[in-house]
Antibody
Framework: QLQLQESGPGLVKPSETLSLTCDVS??????????WGWIRQPPGQGLEWIGS???????RYNPSLESRVTIAADTSKNQFSLKLTSVTAADTAVYYC??????????WGQGTMVTVSS | QSSLTQPRSVSGSPGQSFTISCTGT?????????VSWYQQYPGKAPKLIMY???KRPSGVPDRFSGSKSGNTASLTIFGLRVEDEAEYFC????????FGGGTKLTVL
């Protein structure tokens, strides 16, 4: 059964770079049928799509975050990553990784809380 | 890119039928039939319950139904149950993915 698991620091200082990894089990991130994405949810707020990657190289980003976001894939480890630069308190959120099936997000990780604070 | 518009909260009684709306624009939600809905319990990850406007993933009860008219999508829950109390998010795809702000459904 497909599982996704986020990992990374739970605390990041303002102006630094947030880095997270999503480990994928029971499917290959090289599978051209899917995109693999990052979504975040600030405390008590709604969901925001950050960006997604397919076939390890094709990326799409939310225009509002594009200047600060990089999503990359490591096929040898079957994982993909998120880097968000110049973070502020507004980037405090639960970060989820998920698989896109068609134009929906059909499998989600459990999420990881990242707090931006000095 | 602003989010899709959903009512912040709604409430209903067990056995009732209830519809949650999701309003977008002609360039996003109204452009393609790529609307999906997610159910989220507190502290849990969202779960896909509807995709491509009206298709249910395997395992989702047929009490859940989706539709779209113009720039507004709707999720209808027939025969509300206590376990349906959760937050529901709509999502639209038109080259990028855009979410609604979420609707908290309370089953009284």
């Amino acid at each position: 059964q497909l599982q996704l698991q986020e990992s990374g620091p739970g605390l990041v200082k303002p102006s630094e770079t947030l880095s997270l990894t999503c480990d994928v089990s029971d499917d290959s991130i090289s599978n051209s049928a899917y995109y693999w994405g990052w979504i975040r949810q600030p405390p008590g707020q709604g969901l925001e799509w950050i960006g997604s990657i397919s076939e390890s190289v094709n990326t799409r980003y939310n225009p509002s975050l594009e200047s600060r976001v990089t999503i990359a894939a490591d096929t040898s480890k079957n994982q993909f990553s998120l880097k968000l630069t110049s973070v502020t308190a507004a980037d405090t959120a639960v970060y989820y990784c998920a698989r896109h099936k068609g134009r929906a997000l059909d499998v989600w990780g459990q999420g990881t809380m990242v707090t931006v604070s000095s | 890119q602003s989010s899709l518009t959903q009512p912040r909260s709604v409430s209903g009684s067990p056995g009732q039928s209830f519809t949650i709306s999701c309003t977008g624009t002609s360039s996003h939600l109204g452009f393609y039939n790529y609307v999906s809905w997610y159910q989220q319990y507190p502290g849990k990850a969202p779960k896909l319950i509807m995709y491509d406007v009206s298709k249910r993933p395997s395992g989702v009860p047929d009490r859940f139904s989706g539709s779209k008219s113009g720039n507004t999508a709707s999720l209808t829950i027939f025969g509300l149950r206590v376990e349906d109390e959760a937050e529901y998010f709509c999502c639209s795809y038109a080259g990028s993915w855009l979410f609604g702000g979420g609707t908290k459904l309370t089953v009284l």
